[in-house]
């Protein structure tokens, strides 16, 4: 019984590690966007962690969220994300797509335009902090 505990144990810890991973070629906006729309935003920036540990950038509190703080860099007290969902509340929003006038979200089985599977950089863990469907936001949020 407890074999089968732990093969099931070892199965499930695959399954989500397979799931929560980073794309090869996937940007960190893309990414984030991906696991709020599957998990949900729980309150943290985890996923934005995740991303820079994943992609090897710096662990320090500061680094991780340094791509959140829009483009010109600038950090203030809207700058730095509360939690995931915050960086698309406040930060940052997709294109909107001339032909159709409507946003250029990433797509659900392919994700980040930057990635593999639509031709990104081979072998990259990220392929940057954001991809072309990300543009700061309009609304001056």
Aim: hydrophobic share 35%; with cysteine; glycine share 12%.
């Amino acid at each position: 019984m407890t074999a089968h505990v732990e093969q099931l144990e070892g199965e499930l810890a695959r399954l989500a590690q397979e799931l929560t991973a980073v794309r090869p070629g996937e940007c960190a906006l893309c990414y984030v966007q991906r696991m709020l729309t599957t998990f949900d935003c729980d309150g943290t920036s985890r996923w934005g962690r995740r991303w820079a540990v994943e992609v090897g950038a710096a662990a320090s509190a500061g680094a991780e969220v340094s791509w959140a703080a829009g483009p010109s860099g600038h950090r203030d007290a809207r700058s730095v994300p509360g939690c995931d969902c915050d960086l698309f509340w406040s930060r940052w929003e997709p294109v909107v797509e001339a032909p159709t006038g409507r946003p250029a979200w990433p797509d659900p089985e392919l994700g980040c335009p930057e990635s593999d599977a639509h031709g990104g950089v081979p072998g990259a863990a990220g392929a940057g902090l954001r991809c072309r469907i990300w543009q700061p936001r309009r609304d001056g949020a």
